[in-house]
């Protein structure tokens, strides 16, 4: 949390947290280019002042927030399955629920627009991005672990490497899928992937 949002009063930062929520509604339905500040402030019931205060920076600081909701959300979807990868029939319920989520989302991929939109001129939405798959990663790397304390996975797969490359199919299968609209991608990356684990 920064220095900013620290420094507010509890109602402060439930205004704030309502400004963010209802932009991230604004960007699903609409998408980046389309949302204004117009429209996050009708959705909000805020006033523009409002929206300065909380946001001093604009548009740019208020889509950084919003990316940082949508990067959270990315692995709160994915709980308790991610956080609990100890059984085969668990690293399945995870895939299924990966697989859900983008089904369920279409190509309508708020942190994947975002990114696009901003990640590559600022560095706050690199840190944010960065922050997402070291934490996506690390979850993965454990149930690597945890499954060869039980001796279902070989002791010479690197779980850290494993799993970053388990992440990149995954990445890999969202990116065609919001390209193309095909999320049998995604599927592969995660079944291959999975299957590559059970063999090693």
Request: one cysteine or more.
């Amino acid at each position: 949390m920064d220095l900013q949002v620290q420094k507010l009063t509890a109602k402060g930062q439930a205004t704030r947290a309502r400004i963010i929520d209802g932009a991230a509604a604004e960007i699903r339905e609409r998408g980046v280019a389309l949302t204004t500040i117009e429209d996050v402030m009708a959705r909000t019931r805020t006033s523009k002042s409002q929206i300065f205060h909380y946001f001093p920076r604009g548009k740019e600081q208020l889509l950084l927030a919003v990316a940082t909701l949508e990067s959270r959300r990315v692995l709160d979807d994915q709980q308790p399955h991610l956080s609990a990868l100890t059984s085969w029939a668990a690293w399945q319920r995870w895939r299924d629920v990966v697989v859900e989520r983008y089904r369920s989302q279409g190509q309508n991929c708020p942190i994947a627009v975002l990114m696009s939109e901003i990640g590559r001129t600022s560095t706050g939405a690199q840190a944010v991005t960065t922050e997402l798959i070291d934490s996506w990663r690390s979850a993965i790397a454990d149930g690597i672990v945890a499954m060869q304390q039980q001796d279902k996975i070989a002791r010479t797969v690197d779980p850290g490497r494993a799993a970053a490359a388990l992440l990149a199919g995954i990445q890999g299968g969202v990116g065609i899928m919001l390209a193309t609209g095909d999320l049998t991608y995604l599927e592969a990356a995660l079944d291959e992937g999975i299957s590559a684990l059970r063999q090693g």
